[in-house]
């Protein structure tokens, strides 16, 4: 079992939709939380960072910690085409020196 | 503006030949980061530096080598390259462990 499990998709969705991604993972020292975004052909880029669990909100992003349920999500409000991307998860824990990355979402928002 | 780069950005090798990825940063950096990613595997971490002189293995680290001479480069080595190694690499830094990494653009690398 990985120690960070995501639904590879891909998602699909018309424009304006609420998109919904989500992490598990296993190992419960995990602090530190992350969505990355990237595009095709691209390095991936830092969306969201939350630390411990709650919510944080910045613009249409909204991401959610429930550290008892081991379970992460980002949720997009009012998708747009150009979020079609790969949204990948990724956490650490305070004494370790890596990020444990999911595999990514491929999420898909059309016209 | 301070960036990370990498080079070549696109690279086809036979099996058997030694290739070098050249990972540089400007961001001043202490962390530097070496992952492939592949289909269904997502991003995994071939080597990682602390520092200069520092080198230290991650979860795919057979048959890749580091070294860490200077603060910005980063350079990664396939020593016998294998058709196994066919693979998109990143490149990342951090300030510090918890820290937002930083990544380059990545070097799609083909062993036939």
């Known amino acids: 079992q990985k120690e960070v499990e995501q639904d590879p998709g891909p998602l699909s969705v018309p424009e304006g939709a609420i998109v919904s991604l989500n992490c598990t993972y296993s190992n419960s020292a995990f602090q530190y939380f992350m969505w990355y975004r990237q595009y095709s052909r691209k390095g991936p880029e830092l969306l969201m960072y939350?630390?411990?669990?709650g919510n944080k909100e910045d613009g249409r992003f909204t991401a959610q910690v429930d550290k008892s349920s081991k379970y992460i999500s980002l949720f997009i409000r009012d998708s747009q085409p150009s979020d079609s991307a790969t949204y990948l998860c990724a956490m650490s824990s305070f004494n370790t020196d890596k990020l444990i990355f999911g595999t990514g979402t491929r999420l898909q928002v059309f016209p | 503006d301070a960036e990370i780069t990498q080079s070549p950005r696109h690279k086809i090798t036979e099996t058997g030949r030694q290739v070098t990825l050249a990972c540089h940063q400007t961001w001043n950096h202490n962390n530097m980061f070496w992952y492939r990613q592949d289909l269904g595997h997502g991003l995994r971490l071939i080597h990682y530096?602390?520092?200069?002189?520092?080198?230290n293995k991650g979860e795919v680290s057979d048959g890749y080598s580091v070294s860490r001479s200077n603060t910005e480069d980063l350079p990664l080595t396939l020593e016998s390259a294998a058709s196994s190694q066919t693979s998109v690499y990143f490149c990342?830094?951090?300030?510090?462990?918890?820290?937002?990494?930083?990544f380059g653009p990545g070097t799609r690398l083909t062993v036939t």
């Open positions: 990342a830094s951090s300030e510090s462990m918890s820290d937002e990494q930083y």
């Open positions: 939350t630390y411990s669990s």
């Open positions: 530096s602390y520092g200069v002189q520092d080198t």
